[in-house]
């Protein structure tokens, strides 16, 4: 389902030209908004960083959404939304540092927020492994 997603948006990005990224991918559902994202977007680092174009990752993101892999949980509200969970999964597979590396890096107050947020992205990973995704 995931590819599916990426294949649509990357058919209508090619069809629509001059067309700023939001407004082909956020369509109210995706919104491209985040304290890592800001910091990666302003350092203009994604290459560097999590080894994909700014592009690349909001049709990631976009396909996640989409999908059913991203579970609401009961409880309270999460520290770091989708998105930053997604690009600090990225960079920590990249990199292999440390939680608190990568938490200094982001200006992330707490180390635990850090691996909260990985492994809430590690989750739908595991499921669509173990369901042959």
């Known amino acids: 389902m995931l590819r599916k997603n ?13 067309v700023e990224y939001d407004d082909v991918y956020n369509e109210g559902r995706a919104v491209m908004k985040g304290k890592v994202y ?34 609401k949980r009961r409880g309270p509200k999460r520290k770091v939304n989708d998105l930053d969970s997604l690009l600090l999964l990225l960079y920590w597979m990249k990199n292999g540092l440390k939680y608190k590396v990568i938490a200094l890096t982001f200006r992330m107050k707490y180390v635990a927020t850090v691996q909260k947020a990985i492994e809430y992205m590690l989750q739908p990973l595991r499921l669509s492994k173990i369901s042959g995704g």
Do not use: H
């Open 6 to 18: 990426a294949i649509n948006n990357e058919n209508r990005i090619n069809s629509i030209e001059e």
């Open 38 to 71: 800001d910091i990666i977007k302003y350092e203009d680092m994604f290459k560097e960083a999590v080894n994909f174009t700014e592009l690349e990752i909001q049709i990631i993101f976009t396909g996640l959404k989409g999908s059913a892999l991203l579970y």
